[in-house]
Each structure stands twice: as C-alpha cells, then as structure tokens.
C-alpha cells in the first residue's frame, strides 16, 4: 500500500492589505515567540538576549514602495506571512520574513508562499533571491526544496545595551591610523578588498560590482549581510581603513567598517569586512565612536539600543576583535540564495585538431 501526500492546507495566498495590518502585527509577534505550532525564519531580533525590542513588531511599519507582502488567508484569518525586499537597482529580492501558524499546516503554508514569490519574481524579471534563517523548524530544507542552495554562514554577536560606549574620535587621531568616510572613489579599492578576503565562489554568486560600491548611503546593500534588510536604518556610513603606504598602487585598503545608527527602538549596526593581517580593533572603537557621538547629542543618550554586528565565519579574526570590545555570540544563521539568471561559460578556443 503507497503513502499519500498529506493534503495541502484549505486557504490561498493574497497580497496584503493596508486593512490586515492588525492581524499581520499580531501573527508576527506570535510567530517569534516560542510557540511550537508556529514557524519563522528564526533570526535572533528579539527575546531575552538582546532585549524587550522587536524589529518585527509591525511589519508593514518599514514598508518601501518596492517591497512585496503576501499572506495566506484560510478559513478567513491570516495564517501566514512573508515580506519581501526588493533591491530595484540589483532585480534582487530578500525574503524579510516568512511565518506559518499551525501545528501541522505551518509548514505547508510558508511553501505555497514561498512558491508564490518564485511565480512573482519570475514575471518581474528578479534575478536572484535571498534569504538568512536559523538552522531550526525545517527552514533551510524547505528553501532548498524550492531550489535555494547554502553558500555560507553569519555569527550574530551583540554588545548589550547599556554598555558604555568609547568617546568619538579626533578627527586627526583617526587621520593617524589612516581612518576615513569612505568615497565613490574608493569603489574600486572596496572591490579589490572584498576579491581578497571573500571565498570565490561567494564572490560569484553575489557578483557584486563596481556600481554597487559607488551607491553609498540609505539604500547602500553592500557587502551583504543577514541583518540589513531588517533594520532599515535612515542612513548607512561607510568608513574605510587605508594600508600603511598605499600598498603596490597607492589606494589599498585594509578594512570597511557600514555604521548604522538606530533612529528608532532597535539595536544600531556594524558590518565590517578586513584582510586577515589586518588589526581592525582602531575602526571598531571609531565606529562605537560615532555611534556614541550621534546618540548623545543634545544630551539624549540612547544607550538601551545595543550595537549587532554580523560576521560570517570565513571572515576571520574579526570576530574576535568585536569581542575584545565586548560584543557576545548570540547566534548562528545561514545564508541562502537562489539564481534565475542562466550562467553561460565564456567561449574558449582550443589547439587546431582538438576534438
């Protein structure tokens, strides 16, 4: 006797609507609870180890004109979720959230969203996906039945709220050890520095290039990481840390340092890419510099936020910087992508009488 597929959950996928917020608002919230009849994507942005905040805590309060929300409605309440970022400049999208209620229905719901997605995409001509989960509740084998494929993985370390921060620096301290606001001239610098400290086959599938580097402020994307379409900051500033001497050329750099600081109840941001011989312990302290600066202007200290900063695990030693300046492990995610493009390997020629 042949075992029969389970029957699909009764319900059907919709875009949302100005009108469910309330409802989206209320499934988000239960959705990063404990609750084990629910599903998420599982990212450590709420709960005890960082604090009382939640970045999903409205769902449609970040909402930009090119993102796209969809739920699954069934029986006529909202029994699923997912929340899409689409990066226009790229024809990129990043899956923000994506949350299933039923104990045995969950898992099935956030398919036919997911497989949703993949439909829209493809009549919007999206080249590739993304997406960051917890390795829990069935996420990443569920993205990789819809084709996704794991290309790496990000430790999320915190530096709790309360924490003193370091005072900001001089501007001629920072020209001493060759800190600066990154340029659009530095793109081409920035390329060479993530060639060199990023595995090639993730340089490939990212396939990040020379535009995308000059594109630096609100909307800046690069280089990717698991927390950055969550938070949604008013503006990223880029720092870049020049090699003692230039290097070979005049324009090498060690390190890139995207601060991010929080203008609402959520933990400010540090995403930091260096060569490996690098000592980057300078631009971390300089970039709790500038938050400590931003946060205390006009005497109003926002210490309660916290500072998060994604470091993927090839990136080595950096993570130990952030850890001298007490940063703390709070979790482990993996990073997930799929490509609609059809990659077509350059021609080749090939001695005469080769077959």
Not at 14 to 29: H, K, Q, V
Request: glycine share 10%; with cysteine; charged share 25%.
């Amino acid at each position: 006797m042949t075992a029969t597929r389970p029957a699909r959950p009764p319900g059907k996928v919709r875009a949302a609507r100005l009108t469910d917020l309330a409802a989206l608002g209320e499934l988000s919230r239960l959705c990063q609870s404990d609750d084990p009849a629910t599903r998420s994507l599982g990212l450590p942005v709420s709960g005890p180890p960082i604090g009382v905040f939640s970045l999903f805590r409205l769902p449609l309060g970040a909402f930009r004109p090119n993102d796209l929300m969809y739920v699954f409605e069934q029986e006529g309440r909202i029994a699923g979720l997912l929340r899409v970022e689409r990066e226009a400049s790229r024809d990129e999208w990043t899956v923000v959230e994506l949350d299933g209620v039923g104990m045995g229905d969950a898992g099935d719901i956030r398919y036919r969203l997911i497989q949703q997605l993949l439909r829209e995409g493809a009549k919007r001509a999206a080249a590739r996906f993304h997406v960051a989960c917890a390795d829990a509740d069935g996420n990443i084998e569920l993205f990789m039945q819809a084709g996704f494929i794991r290309y790496g993985e990000e430790r999320i370390l915190f530096r709790p709220a309360g924490t003193e921060l370091p005072a900001p620096w001089s501007d001629a301290r920072a020209e001493e050890v060759g800190i600066r606001s990154a340029q659009q001239v530095d793109a081409l610098a920035l390329q060479r520095l993530y060639e060199a400290v990023t595995p090639q086959p993730v340089v490939r599938l990212e396939a990040i290039r020379l535009p995308d580097w000059e594109r630096q402020g609100t909307h800046w994307r690069v280089p990717r990481s698991s927390l950055a379409p969550i938070l949604r900051f008013a503006d990223v500033e880029g720092y870049v840390q020049a090699t003692a001497g230039g290097g070979k050329d005049g324009t090498q750099l060690d390190a890139f340092l995207q601060v991010g600081v929080a203008k609402e109840y959520q933990p400010h941001y540090m995403k930091l890419i260096a060569r490996p011989e690098a000592d980057v312990s300078d631009l971390i302290e300089y970039g709790l510099g500038i938050i400590a600066a931003q946060t205390t202007r006009g005497g109003d200290h926002r210490l309660d936020h916290g500072v998060i900063a994604p470091v993927r695990t090839y990136e080595a030693p950096i993570d130990r910087r952030f850890e001298e300046a007490a940063f703390g492990y709070i979790a482990t995610v993996t990073l997930l992508m799929k490509e609609t493009l059809v990659r077509v390997a350059e021609p080749a020629l090939v001695p005469a009488g080769v077959r």
